[in-house]
T-cell receptor, first 116, second 114 residues
Framework: GAVVSQHPSRVICKSGTSVKIECRSL??????MFWYRQFPKQSLMLMAT?????????EQGVEKDKFLINHASLTLSTLTVTSAHPEDSSFYIC????????????FGPGTRLTVT | DAKTTQPPSMDCAEGRAANLPCNHS???????VYWYRQIHSQGPQYIIH???NNETNEMASLIITEDRKSSTLILPHATLRDTAVYYC???????????????FGTGTRLQVTL
């Protein structure tokens, strides 16, 4: 149990366009979802935390108007990268948390975004 | 959350035990030690967690020193598929309410060789 999926797994887009990434918890209800970004040879950096039905909390330095997060249901959160630029090219990973377990966060397989 | 220190890389022969150390000298009394790993180009995978007692599951064992300032993750019989970056993270465990965030350090890159 506790499977998290992401779609798409890879996406290439042109500079200036927007890209939406979906994160789904397949077999549990995710009260909280997290979005991370990972550049090559670097560690995961938390971008934002979203609780179902409320606005996301962004980490310092992450532009909320550029990275739009929606957590409309207990099984789905979306990250939209607006007006993407080549420097936004990265590996985006989501995780989902369910109530009642200490290790809580289950990670998706990640989405590789390349902006040309 | 308390900061952790891990060696940047380690090698291990296949079939041998891999012992990955982690220092967390500023850990608080209510913080747990968590281990995750990330295989190349995949999302992190939970391995094990503990508070002060040693823990074992089907993947690994976690040994925490009595003063809780350091711990060791043990993979008893490493295989090539265990090649990954291993992250040691300390944080407060929350059994109710909303989950607290994980702060990833640089981890240890474990290379298992034939």
């Amino acid at each position: 149990g506790a499977v998290v999926s992401q779609h798409p797994s890879r996406v290439i887009c042109k500079s200036g366009t927007s890209v939406k990434i979906e994160c789904r918890s397949l077999d549990f209800q995710a009260t909280t979802m997290f979005w991370y970004r990972q550049f090559p040879k670097q560690s995961l950096m938390l971008m934002a935390t979203s609780n179902e039905g409320s606005k996301a909390t962004y980490e310092q330095g992450v532009e909320k108007d550029k990275f739009l997060i929606n957590h409309a249901s207990l099984t789905l959160s979306t990250l939209t990268v607006t007006s993407a630029h080549p420097e936004d090219s990265s590996f985006y990973i989501c995780s989902a948390s369910r109530r009642g377990t200490a290790y809580e966060q289950y990670f998706g397989p990640g989405t590789r975004l390349t902006v040309t | 959350d308390a900061k952790t220190t891990q060696p940047p890389s380690m090698d291990c022969a296949e079939g041998r035990a891999a012992n990955l150390p982690c220092n967390h000298s500023t850990i608080s009394g209510n913080e747990y030690v968590y281990w995750y790993r990330q295989i190349h180009s995949q999302g992190p995978q939970y391995i094990i967690h503990g508070l002060k007692n040693n823990e074992t599951n089907e993947m690994a064992s976690l040994i925490i020193t009595e003063d809780r300032k350091s711990s060791t993750l043990i993979l008893p019989h490493a295989t090539l598929r265990d090649t990954a970056v291993y992250y040691c993270i300390v944080r407060v465990a929350t059994y109710t309410g909303t989950a607290s965030k994980l702060t990833f350090g640089t981890g240890t890159r474990l290379q298992v060789t034939l």
